[in-house]
């Protein structure tokens, strides 16, 4: 049985920074691409990250390029999100997802989701 388990969430202050991490069980990180998106309150859920299985190719969302940074450690199974300069608007419950099984990175369809972890940021 896959899972992934978010963790590293929490209320920073305008301009700090968090790091997210998520943790795959159940199968090893390697083969499969990785994604995290946001989700806030009353708006749709939307894509922050991605990289793919072999991890040269790296996707963002234009709000958090230069910003955010996406990582995988294939020996502890892990993905990070490094969250640099946070804004308010990146107040979110963001989440990790596993196995593109259709579309592009950006919208397609994963198979596997982390439970979330809030991130607050306050002004």
């Known amino acids: 049985q896959v899972q992934l388990v978010e963790s590293g969430g929490g209320l920073v202050q305008a301009g700090g920074s968090l790091r997210l991490s998520c943790a795959v069980s159940?199968?090893?990180?390697?083969?499969?691409?990785m994604a995290w998106f946001r989700q806030a309150p009353g708006k749709e859920r939307e894509f922050v990250a991605a990289m793919t299985r072999g991890g040269a190719g790296i996707y963002y969302v234009d709000s958090v390029k230069g910003r955010f940074t996406i990582s995988r450690d294939n020996a502890k199974n892990t993905v990070y999100l490094q969250m640099n300069s946070l804004k308010p608007e990146d107040t979110a419950v963001y989440y990790c997802?596993?196995?593109?099984?259709?579309?592009?990175?950006?919208?397609?369809?994963?198979?596997?989701w982390g439970q979330g972890t809030q991130v607050t940021v306050s002004s």
């Open positions: 997802a596993s196995e593109l099984v259709s579309g592009d990175y950006r919208s397609g369809e994963y198979k596997y």
């Open positions: 159940g199968r090893t990180l390697g083969g499969y691409a």
